[in-house]
């Protein structure tokens, strides 16, 4: 460990991650075949385009929390004209494969990633123009904790800028949801947009702007499973195995359902950190 909340990984738990993480090998396989080289998320470069909409990244440093593989590191300097970007997440054998992508893109020297625990982010305070994160804050269950953190480590003027799996209604996960959330695996904890909104103001953060792109997923689900028919569904199999496969199929059903039902609203949100 070099800081408070900074892992160094060590060889064997490298190996451990890959197998047994949320995100293992084969789930990271399924999801970028599904979404697209270094997505574990859907929308792709678009949709980062559309999350920053109205931002100005060029010439800024940039904090990604949940950085996955480091697609979107990457894609903020070479696209987006960040600086620097300083990707985050809790899954060591992913920043491993970010760092390969940032090296293999030459951009080792503007892209940095770090493995943390979940907690507190171990960056000073003001240290960031822009903190952005992409399908991550759903695995954190204190979200009224993180956003003061996130306030805390921006720059007075910052903009916070994301993307997040939040729900309708309250309560109770319907029954569909409460399925698809047992059969994926994921410790996804959803809250719906008037929460974001409330924790978010309360957090200290101003101009708040929330874009519920449940209508948008409702078309992108159908490609998702259109991908998983027919030639295209038994390259998957091939590629990570009938059982893992069978559960991929099975994951986007149900997450239709809950689309479609309205419970499922993946949402853009833009939140300003006052001066
Ligand atoms: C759905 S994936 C999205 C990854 C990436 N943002 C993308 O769009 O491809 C969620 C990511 O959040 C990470 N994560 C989960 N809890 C976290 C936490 N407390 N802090 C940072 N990252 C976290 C996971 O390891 C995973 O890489």
Redesign the pocket.
């Known amino acids: 460990m070099t800081r408070d909340n900074v892992t160094e990984p060590q060889a064997d738990n490298l190996a451990h991650h890959k197998k047994h993480?949320?995100?293992n090998e084969t789930f990271i396989a399924a999801l970028q075949w599904l979404?697209g080289d270094?997505?574990?998320?859907p929308g792709g470069p678009a949709d980062l385009a559309d999350m920053l909409d109205g931002i100005d990244t060029t010439g800024k440093s940039i904090l990604?929390?949940?950085?996955?593989?480091g697609?979107?590191a990457v894609d903020l300097v070479r696209t987006h004209g960040a600086a620097t970007v300083v990707g985050?997440?809790?899954?060591p054998h992913?920043v491993e494969h970010s760092r390969e992508r940032a090296s293999k893109a030459n951009l080792s020297h503007a892209v940095s990633f770090e493995t943390?625990r979940?907690?507190p982010l171990p960056f000073e305070d003001e240290t960031f123009d822009v903190v952005v994160?992409?399908?991550?804050i759903?695995?954190?269950p204190d979200k009224a904790r993180f956003y003061k953190d996130v306030r805390r480590v921006l720059k007075p003027g910052g903009a916070f800028a994301g993307?997040d799996w939040l729900r309708g209604g309250q309560g109770a996960y319907s029954d569909t949801a409460a399925h698809w959330l047992e059969i994926v695996h994921l410790d996804f904890e959803l809250q719906n947009l008037e929460q974001t909104s409330t924790a978010l103001r309360h957090g200290g953060f101003e101009n708040i702007r929330l874009n519920d792109r449940n209508e948008w997923y409702k078309t992108e689900i159908k490609n998702e499973l259109a991908t998983l028919a027919g030639d295209k569904y038994r390259q998957l199999e091939n590629m990570i195995g009938t059982e893992a496969a069978e559960h991929r199929l099975r994951s986007s059903q149900l997450k239709q359902q809950a689309v479609d039902e309205g419970f499922l609203r993946p949402t853009h949100f833009l939140a300003i950190k006052p001066t």
């Open positions: 993480s949320q995100y979404w270094g997505n574990l998320a990604d929390i949940g950085s996955g593989l697609a979107i985050v997440d809790v899954e992913l943390v979940p907690g994160t992409k399908d991550a759903v695995h954190i993307s």
